[in-house]
């Protein structure tokens, strides 16, 4: 295949390959194109383009963009997007070679993830059961905190899922993760419980909506918005007030803290890596290691806590 002349229909051919085989989601395709016209830009400047510029083009890229002072992780992402872009020109042909194949990248300051001990999880279990203006809210806040903590899906994952997963009284629940891909996420007899009293609450209002001349929902968290379902921002904004219910600080505790607890209490408890990074949907090993560093941390504390000779005084008999 020819290679385009223009370096927009190298973006646009390779975004628009990115969205049909790999199914990446809206944000990321429009991170990629974004930093794809970035270098795209710096190569007109200097005088090449996509076909014509080797490893020294690219590394020098990258130094200019260190030299702007841009985040080592903007620059690891930047890079990334310029590797696939270039896998994708020697896979298509356009090119001979794949001139970023050998490439570092500065890596990522990767932080460790906020996450719960477990008696702050039953206090926003217990909260999340008496946090709501009605009995169906109520319900429905205890079956989606239930549900985060039980699976550690994404929020994203949690207020899209299906009715249909509901039905049943399911031991498991089929969840669609990033890029399409499905995954069996196992459910706790708590979990379940609540599921089941949610989904009778539920099934009655919408069949008061579907008796006034309204379609019925297809989605599990049913919304009036435009996409049908409870937004991610309105159910972050609900676990706001669950914390403060709960007596936990409310910057402490997002829908993403659940899942990193959900990892990190499987961990501590015996789990194996391979198990959770199936569990959580994570496509690399190295994602799912931070949960060790996390639980590292947290013996740590807790010798340098209870330890007698972590103290300043030492043992006083020894």
């Known amino acids: 295949m020819r290679a385009p002349a223009d370096p927009r229909r190298w973006i646009s051919t390779f975004l628009d390959a990115q969205a049909a085989e790999t199914g990446a989601a809206h944000n990321t395709l429009l991170a990629y194109g974004r930093d794809l016209k970035d270098f795209a830009g710096w190569l007109h400047r200097t005088g090449a383009d996509f076909a014509t510029v080797e490893r020294d083009g690219i590394e020098a890229y990258l130094i200019d963009c260190d030299a702007q002072g841009l985040a080592k992780s903007t620059r690891a992402r930047r890079l990334s997007a310029v590797r696939q872009i270039f896998r994708f020109a020697f896979e298509e042909g356009w090119r001979e070679d794949n001139p970023a194949i050998r490439i570092s990248g500065p890596g990522r300051d990767r932080q460790l993830p906020k996450t719960l001990d477990l008696a702050q999880v039953n206090a926003l279990l217990s909260a999340a059961r008496q946090t709501g203006r009605t009995p169906r809210d109520r319900a429905r806040n205890a079956c989606m905190v ?3 903590y039980a ?3 994404r929020v994203s994952e949690l207020v899209s899922l299906p009715v249909t997963a509901a039905r049943g ?5 089929l969840i669609r993760g990033k890029g399409g891909k499905e995954r069996m996420v196992p459910l706790s007899p708590p979990a379940r419980a609540a599921l089941a009293e949610w989904l009778n ?7 008061e909506r579907v008796a006034k001349g309204a379609p019925a929902s297809r989605f599990l968290f049913a919304s009036r918005g ?5 937004t991610r921002h309105a159910f972050y904004l609900r676990i706001k007030d669950i914390a403060v219910a709960a007596g936990i600080d409310p910057a402490s505790v997002t829908p993403h803290t659940l899942r990193h607890a959900f990892a990190t209490h499987l961990l501590a408890g015996g789990a194996d890596l391979r198990s959770i990074q199936t569990l959580l949907g994570h496509a690399d090993l190295s994602t799912t290691e931070i949960y060790t560093h996390v639980l590292d941390e947290r013996l740590s504390e807790l010798v340098l806590t209870h330890h007698p000779l972590a103290r300043d005084e030492g043992p006083k008999d020894r």
């Open 146 to 148: 239930e549900l985060l």
């Open 151 to 153: 699976t550690g899906m």
């Open 169 to 173: 009284d399911p031991r498991m629940l």
């Open 201 to 207: 609450l539920r099934d009655a209002a919408d069949a």
């Open 226 to 230: 435009r996409s049908g379902h409870l």
